[in-house]
């Protein structure tokens, strides 16, 4: 089935980039998303890239796509402490019209 | 942007009884929302796809008749959990599908259960 991998745990100091990484398998997908969930909290959608792009900015965020590797990256400039939270890779399976499947998410802790 | 509320946002309740789970979509109608499971520090699990006016679609190894879903609205899906037992504790978190050409799922801020 579709599979989609992300690092556990990132810490990065307040001021710098931070970069977080996910892989999947399924080479149909078309929607590829981001997702930020703080604690206790439901999640909220940061960013999106349809798979015919390589690369999507929006103000602190930058996604990068290779199809080719199937690597999606979220890059936040200038990291806040108020960024700290869970991140979540998430992509529209090509088997099924609006299927999203969730990576495990990367815990992003901003030290001082 | 589209709301999505979920009612309770927090439940306690014993061994054995039945708790439901309301999700609506507050400024959109949605004629699929999506149910998912979510463990202490893990990522979110598709329980179920809940279409409006028929019967959801489960996700293998979820048992249907222990987590039932009615969307009988075009703003309102329902999980009822019944005959709930301890490892029934978790965060329950629903979306519902937008209207809009990239599919986005707009979440609600999910409803923690844990059962004594």
């Known amino acids: 089935g579709e599979d989609v991998e992300q690092s556990l745990f990132l810490s990065v100091r307040e001021g710098d980039s931070s970069v977080i990484n996910c892989t999947y398998t399924d080479s149909s997908s078309t929607y590829l998303y981001w997702y930020k969930q703080e604690p206790g909290a439901g999640l909220q959608l940061l960013t999106y890239?349809?798979?015919?792009?390589d690369m999507k900015q929006d103000q602190r965020l930058t996604v990068l796509l290779n199809k080719k590797d199937k690597h999606l990256s979220l890059r936040i400039a200038d990291t806040q402490t108020g960024d700290s939270a869970i991140y979540f890779c998430?992509?529209?399976?090509?088997?099924?019209?609006?299927?999203?499947?969730f990576g495990s998410g990367t815990r992003l802790s901003i030290r001082p | 942007g589209a709301v999505v509320s979920q009612h309770p946002s927090w439940v306690i309740c014993k061994s054995g009884t039945s708790v439901k789970i309301e999700c609506r979509s507050l400024d959109f109608q949605a004629t699929t929302m999506f149910w998912y499971r979510q463990f202490p520090k893990q990522s979110l699990m598709l329980m179920a796809t809940?279409?409006?006016?028929?019967?959801?679609?489960?996700e293998q190894g979820v048992e249907k008749d222990k987590f039932l879903i009615n969307h009988a609205s075009l703003t309102l899906s329902t999980l009822t959990v019944t005959s709930a037992h301890p490892e029934d504790s978790s965060f329950y978190i629903c979306s519902a599908l937008g209207t809009s050409g990239y599919n986005e799922q707009f979440f609600g801020p999910g409803t923690r259960l844990t059962v004594l």
């Open positions: 809940s279409n409006e006016g028929s019967k959801a679609t489960y």
């Open positions: 890239i349809f798979s015919n792009m």
């Open positions: 998430a992509i529209r399976t090509g088997s099924s019209a609006s299927k999203i499947i």
